[in-house]
């Protein structure tokens, strides 16, 4: 079992940049990982997954080219940088790690989430 906790979140001007951490309790080396967001009112939506080997990264059509999901496994750590922030991507982000070679809509493992608040 892994547990995560996501940081970095904060409150930033529109256009503005904000990185997240999240950072495992165990080698994440074995496990796919990723990012969702949830606005209030809203569903859970899938943002960003990098594959256990970070040779597979994929985007949603609202964040792809904005934000970058990278990996570094010898610090258990995760990251989403956030360039060009709009006000719509304020929302609760959530890191997640699944135990498959390429995240799923439903992990096995979430973060309590991180606020971002865009103003506009």
């Known amino acids: 079992q892994v547990q995560l906790v996501e940081s970095g979140g904060g409150l930033v001007q529109a256009g503005g940049s904000l990185r997240l951490s999240c950072a495992a309790s165990?080698?994440?080396?074995?496990?796919?990982m990723g990012w969702f967001r949830q606005a209030p009112g809203k569903e859970r939506e899938f943002v960003a997954r990098i594959s256990r080997s970070g040779g597979a990264i994929y985007y949603s059509d609202s964040v792809k080219g904005r934000f970058t999901i990278s990996r570094d496994n010898a610090k258990n750590t995760v990251y989403l940088q956030m360039n060009s922030l709009k006000p719509e991507d304020t929302a609760v982000y959530y890191c997640a790690a699944d135990r498959t070679v390429i995240l799923t809509t439903t992990p096995d493992y979430w973060g309590q989430g991180t606020q971002v608040t865009v103003s506009s």
């Open positions: 165990g080698s994440i080396f074995s496990y796919a």
